[in-house]
């Protein structure tokens, strides 16, 4: 599914060197992390594939994803991050985002990373659930999935 | 796992001028390891591949100065019962870890490399490797060299580090 | 040599004029004093190649024989962390156990050991997930007149857990995003290092929850030069130093951080002297800077161990005096007293005691059982 979808990017041609210019980015400042395909550890690190999409779906998503201190940290210009934050939504989660679905510019994501998240745990799910009440396929996921938030588990 | 910092070889050289680099090796080894624990820093006759390695690349995967190796901490897996790239039975591999690149001598180019730990037994105690290229404090967790990266494994006991290649970086 | 003249003079003596040796009782076990006297220190020894059976130390730094250095020893397992009170004996450990040894459940306890008797006076558990981090004075801290514990947590998502030590329980936890370990500000509050080269600043309420939570202004920047996270703290005066060798003064008694003018250190240009090691700087009582100096410093030796502790007073930016170190140091730190010794741990993981106002070596401390005594604490 992954692959095919990398070949699809990749055949679009010129999007090709800014993409795996955006891929390295992810190795390098998120992978560690989030790991190779997005999905996360267990109750530590939120999963993102088939998932990170549904945050375009509302204002306050867009922009969280964006605040998370991984992303309006990362040592990276906002352009390459723009590229990043893109190139991630279509290749881990392109079913997920809205019909309407706009890329990040490098405008829109350099007046974004100047505030950080102060409880991105509370946050998301805030938001999830605001989305989730127009987006019947992320209710269910919700429903499904125990509330871990990450950074707030156990006790 | 990125941490045993003092003890190691990039200090060994910026001491070189007081004292040779196998005196200080020798006495942090005969203290803090029993005596044989950072031999293997110094290059190891064996043999030249082991088989976990690719068709692309050369050296010896028991020295801290192989190639992978470019930003590791910890003791090197492939001295404990594993490899470069996989843990030593019965350990588990933590999914979260740090990522950098190194550069394959043999092809000139830069790989993307990520030294995940290997949890749930102690410290192997052999092949204690440090190299510091990179390391920033722990405000900046992707890079900080002090950090245990047993996160999200069963347990949270460090054993060794693995250098796995994940990836090519662009050409320039 | 005291033995055989004893000996001589029990020889000399008729045996029928010594009283016979007295039966002893048994269970007899040695108690501390409830203040440390000023010269005592505490080796933090996370002993890296038994991490289960880490080590905190009690020494006696004035003594030259083992027997008169070794006060007694407590533990703190999986790379403990250390804070000391100075309003009652206790001493707080943060560790980590697994049920079974090595696996099994987590569980992280804030261990409270009386000062006396070393003895532990309460395991307060915490949430499982406090950073696994070289020992640091600054993932374990005491606000609020000591009555509250802070914890750094890194799960990879970085929290503080809030301990109330008067009522020994888990109060909550604080999130950090993005920021990094403890830095006491204020009353009831603390900062943090940001990713970003900012701080974030959390005033507590009563209930160790957030009262505020505000960032400041971007003061130093990661990829130029980077701020070392060990401060020369006094009090809640603190200089922070950057590999580069420049100091900000940070002002943490208010309710946020005042960032003062920085300055560069002077006289390490010639041989490149750069601070480093695993804490490269402390503050004496009388409020000078000592810093643990390597020369020909460049990108990547800001862990290098140092040849060399420079003595500055940061009121007039001035270097005053220079100790050549017998053996080089990766940590180093003062007694609490006017007249302190400076301790360092050693490259062969010794710790070396010397006059710090003189500058020159006293002894060494070596043989107490240690393995990697990466942390000196002078004693209160």
Not at chain 1, 71 to 76: E, G, N, R, T
Not at chain 3, 254 to 268: A, H, Q, R
Not at chain 3, 280 to 287: E, H, I, L
Request: hydrophobic letters at 40%.
């Amino acid at each position: 599914m992954l692959a095919v979808l990398l070949v699809l990017l990749v055949s679009s041609g010129a999007a090709r060197a800014d993409d795996e210019l955006a891929h390295f980015n992810y190795a390098m400042n998120c992978q560690g992390c989030h790991l190779p395909d997005a999905s996360g550890a267990t109750d530590r690190v939120p999963n993102m594939n088939n998932f990170i999409g549904y945050f375009l779906r509302s204002a306050e998503g867009r922009a969280f994803v964006v605040h998370v201190p991984g992303v309006a940290a990362a040592p990276l210009p906002d352009d390459q991050l723009a590229d990043l934050l893109n190139w991630m939504l279509l290749t881990y989660s392109p079913d997920q985002l809205p019909d309407n679905y706009k890329p990040y510019t490098t405008a829109e994501v350099a007046s974004l990373r100047t505030e950080i998240e102060s409880d991105p745990a509370r946050t998301r799910i805030a938001i999830l659930h605001d989305i989730a009440q127009t987006t019947p396929s992320l209710a269910h996921e919700l429903a499904n999935a125990p509330e871990s938030a990450p950074g707030h588990n156990d006790h | 796992m990125k941490w045993l910092d003092s003890l190691v070889e990039s200090k060994a050289r910026g001491l070189a001028q007081q004292t040779s680099r196998r005196g200080f090796l020798g006495q942090v080894a005969a203290i803090v390891g029993g005596g044989a624990a950072l031999v293997p820093l110094l290059p190891v006759a064996r043999g030249e591949q082991s088989s976990s390695l690719q068709a692309g690349e050369k050296g010896d995967p028991n020295s801290c100065d192989y190639w992978r190796y470019c930003a590791i901490d910890g003791f090197l897996c492939n001295c404990c019962g594993g490899t470069p790239n996989s843990c030593p039975p019965g350990t588990e591999m933590s999914p979260i870890t740090w990522i950098g690149t190194c550069e394959n001598p043999v092809d000139g180019k830069h790989y993307l490399i990520s030294y995940n730990d290997c949890c749930g037994k102690s410290s192997c105690g052999s092949c204690l490797c440090q190299r510091n290229e990179g390391d920033l404090p722990v405000y900046r967790p992707q890079k900080a060299n002090d950090l245990n990266w047993c996160l999200g494994t069963k347990s949270a006991v460090y054993n060794c580090s693995t250098a796995v290649v994940v990836g090519k970086a662009p050409d320039k | 040599m005291i033995r055989i003249i004893v000996a001589c003079l029990c020889l000399g003596a008729s045996s029928a004029s010594l009283a016979d040796l007295k039966p002893e009782p048994i269970r007899q076990v040695q108690t501390l004093p409830e203040q440390y006297p000023a010269h005592w220190i505490i080796a933090q020894d996370a002993a890296f190649f038994h991490m289960s059976d880490g080590k905190f130390i009690v020494l006696d730094a004035d003594r030259d024989s083992i027997s008169e250095q070794y006060k007694g020893m407590f533990n703190g397992a999986q790379i403990a962390q250390f804070a000391q009170a100075h309003s009652r004996p206790e001493m707080y450990v943060v560790q980590t156990f697994h049920s079974l040894g090595h696996r099994g459940v987590r569980n992280d306890v804030l261990s409270v050991y009386d000062k006396r008797t070393l003895a532990p006076l309460a395991d307060i558990v915490v949430p499982p997930k406090r950073a696994s981090i070289l020992p640091t004075q600054y993932a374990l801290q005491l606000v609020d007149d000591e009555k509250l514990a802070l914890i750094f947590n890194f799960t990879p998502a970085t929290t503080v857990s809030v301990v109330d030590l008067d009522k020994r329980e888990f109060l909550n936890e604080v999130p950090i995003p993005g920021c990094a370990l403890i830095y006491p500000t204020g009353k009831r509050g603390f900062s943090s290092l940001c990713s970003e080269g900012t701080f974030l600043t959390v005033a507590l309420d009563d209930a160790g929850g957030v009262a505020s939570s505000t960032r400041s202004k971007q003061f130093f920047n990661a990829d130029v030069d980077a701020v070392f996270e060990k401060p020369a703290i006094q009090g809640r005066n603190a200089n922070f130093l950057t590999f580069k060798g420049r100091v900000i003064p940070v002002d943490l008694s208010g309710d946020l951080p005042v960032i003062g003018e920085s300055w560069s250190l002077p006289e390490i240009e010639a041989g490149n002297w750069r601070p480093g090691g695993l804490t490269p700087a402390v503050m004496s009582a009388n409020g000078k800077m000592y810093v643990l100096m390597h020369a020909e410093g460049k990108t990547d030796t800001h862990k290098d161990p140092g040849t060399e502790v420079w003595v500055f007073d940061p009121r007039t930016h001035k270097r005053e005096r220079q100790i050549e170190l017998a053996l080089p140091a990766v940590s180093i730190e003062l007694t609490r007293d006017t007249n302190p010794l400076l301790v360092v741990t050693t490259i062969e993981m010794n710790i070396d005691v010397y006059d710090a106002n003189k500058g020159t070596k006293l002894r060494t401390i070596s043989d107490f059982g240690q393995e990697t005594p990466l942390l000196l604490h002078g004693a209160h």
